[in-house]
């Protein structure tokens, strides 16, 4: 296994600075997810570590040793592309072989590594067929085996799962975790879907414009996102925005929106806000906090707001639910049966405790 350590890195297309001075130091035996939009230099960042791409500035170190001036196959880095990239001549066997041949493994070595990788992949069945014999999956499968027959310092994956249906996807999110538990090998991986980055990562990355937003545990980020751009990122459906003002309310504070709706603060949150009163803020709140108010319910936090339901979505145990607060479309992620019909008038509860109250101007989390 190998660490990384990436200090200062720069890299430039002509006028285009892709990556802004990236620091970055990755365990060994991590799984660190690299997720963004597109553009924001998260395959440019890869494409660096492996040497496909020079870096402009800074350094990169595997296991402690500075790889900046050594070319691809000598940082001892196995990669996953997007397109799979194999040899359409060659049978499955000999795809998979190609690496250990390339670098004089003894030939009784290869089949049995071969083999090995098969195996772990559920691909063994395949070794005598051609690449265009294959389906999307399997070819997948195909290229993911090429990199881990190697006993490599770093594996990368570029994407490696967007070419595929949906159903194929999931399937693939879990065999290239459960073979990093399995091999326990250090792995990065570029991907624009932040449902790929929450369900495999032990750490996300997250990019953008080139620089480092925000890195941490899935949870971390999700829950205690650090600007406005990382908690409407990480989330399906997204978190809700609405422009808001910090007002005195009784012995506490709450938050008013334009139309004059006021959601009330709990107290532990409201006296660390008090400087801020009277000043506008951005109020978050993800789907899954607003649910549909129930008669009894003292659970210390919620706020009520009758909610007018414009558009409907069932997607089987779950509902979202679209409405109008305070001119700004929100979506509620309710019960399966909490709403029936289009313009149904219903009471909704909003979780203050989990609300996120930004920064209109620096747009950092408060």
């Known amino acids: 296994m190998a660490d990384l350590k990436i200090t200062g890195l720069h890299k430039y297309y002509g006028n285009v600075h892709a990556v802004r001075g990236i620091d970055l130091e990755i365990p060994a035996g991590e799984f660190t997810v690299l997720v963004g939009q ?6 440019t960042l890869l494409r660096t570590i492996a040497g496909l791409e020079d870096a402009d500035d800074g350094t990169i170190e595997i296991a402690g040793e500075v790889v900046n001036q050594l070319p691809p196959r000598d940082r001892d880095i196995a990669m996953v592309f997007q397109n799979y990239a194999l040899y359409p001549y060659m049978k499955v066997f000999d795809n998979i072989a ?7 493994v003894p030939k009784p070595e290869i089949e049995p590594k071969v083999k090995r990788a098969a195996q772990m992949l559920a691909i063994d069945h395949l070794l005598d067929r051609y690449p265009r014999q294959l389906s999307g999956g399997q070819l997948q499968r195909v290229a993911i085996g090429r990199a881990i027959v190697r006993n490599a310092r770093l594996y990368l994956f570029d994407e490696p799962l967007s070419n595929l249906d949906a159903q194929l996807r999931d399937e693939m999110r879990g065999e290239i975790k459960r073979l990093h538990q399995e091999l326990g090998k250090t792995m990065i ?12 990562a032990d750490r996300i990355v997250l990019l953008r414009d080139g620089r480092i937003e925000q890195a941490g545990a899935p949870l971390d980020l999700f829950e205690r996102p650090a600007t406005k751009y990382v908690a409407g990122f990480l989330g399906s459906p997204s978190m809700n925005f609405i422009d808001a003002r910090l007002v005195a309310a009784g012995a506490g504070l709450a938050v008013r929106l334009a139309d004059g709706t006021t959601l009330a603060l709990p107290q532990a949150r409201a006296g660390k806000l008090a400087e801020r009163r009277d000043r506008p803020l951005v109020l978050g709140l993800r789907p899954e906090h607003i649910s549909r108010a129930t008669a009894g319910d003292t659970r210390p936090g919620l706020a009520t707001y009758t909610a007018t339901i414009e558009l409907i979505q069932p997607t089987g145990s779950r ?8 001119g700004t479309e929100v979506v509620a992620e309710l019960k399966a049966h909490d709403v029936s019909q289009v313009n149904e008038r219903i009471e909704l509860a ?17």
């Not at 190609?98 to 004089?104: A, I, K, M, Q």
Request: proline share 2%.
């Open 38 to 43: 597109s553009g924001c230099g998260k395959s």
């Open 98 to 104: 190609f690496g250990l041949r390339s670098r004089n």
């Open 189 to 200: 991986y570029v991907t624009h879907d932040q449902i790929e980055a929450m369900t495999m």
């Open 319 to 326: 509902t979202y639910a679209a409405f109008k607060l305070a």
């Open 350 to 366: 909003f979780d203050m405790n989990r609300a996120v109250l930004i920064d209109p101007e620096t747009e950092k989390v408060l």
